[in-house]
């Protein structure tokens, strides 16, 4: 599917989840757009929903939701870098939603949070997964872009990652970064973009 879309760039549909899959991939990406709109101060639904599990998840989100700090909000947002050789490739993440706080009111800090509807995870395994650490990259890298007036706020100790899983609502995971958990990653991501590119002069 890769080689089809990113390299013969042939349109192909996705693959047939089955039926409970592509209902819990809807509902996720609906409660998704639920946040998104209260974040952004906008109503939530437009007409009555009667999935009852989308219910629930919204009436936990509004009794459990984690506490935000003050700052500019960024919600939905992409954030691009330029990695690998010359910088010839684009690295992405895409934000639930990030909050830079410039310090006016205690320490400067960006913040990233993820909404999640799946199994819970525990820390160590969120530190290890490759969301983590390409968002924290990222945010890392290039966050300065988005608040160029508080760039003491993208200093990799004043970064960290909170994932909400509504399963367990009341106990949010934090992943903090630091300096050397930043070279870790971008060595790591460096390797992989590299072996891309060495499968692609074999036309692999």
Do not use: C
């Amino acid at each position: 599917r890769f080689y089809l879309r990113y390299l013969a760039r042939v349109p192909w549909p996705e693959a047939p989840l089955g039926l409970e899959q592509e209902a819990a991939f809807e509902r996720g990406r609906r409660f998704h757009r639920w946040i998104e709109r209260f974040l952004l101060d906008l109503p939530v639904a437009d007409e009555p929903d009667a999935d009852p599990v989308l219910r629930v998840w919204w009436t936990t989100f509004q009794q459990n939701r984690p506490p935000l700090p003050n700052g500019r909000r960024f919600v939905e947002t992409s954030l691009t870098i330029p990695i690998g050789p010359a910088a010839r490739h684009r690295l992405t993440g895409r934000f639930d939603l990030l909050v830079v706080d410039d310090g006016t009111e205690g320490q400067a800090a960006a913040r990233l949070y993820d909404w999640k509807t799946g199994r819970p995870r525990d820390e160590a395994r969120l530190r290890r997964d490759w969301q983590t650490r390409v968002y924290l990259a990222v945010l890392a890298e290039g966050g300065a872009a988005l608040a160029p007036d508080a760039a003491e706020a993208f200093r990799l100790d004043r970064l960290s990652m909170t994932y909400w899983y509504v399963e367990e609502a009341e106990r949010p995971r934090l992943i903090p970064y630091d300096a050397a958990t930043h070279r870790l990653n971008m060595s790591e991501i460096e390797v992989v973009v590299a072996a891309i590119d060495s499968e692609l002069t074999r036309n692999d």
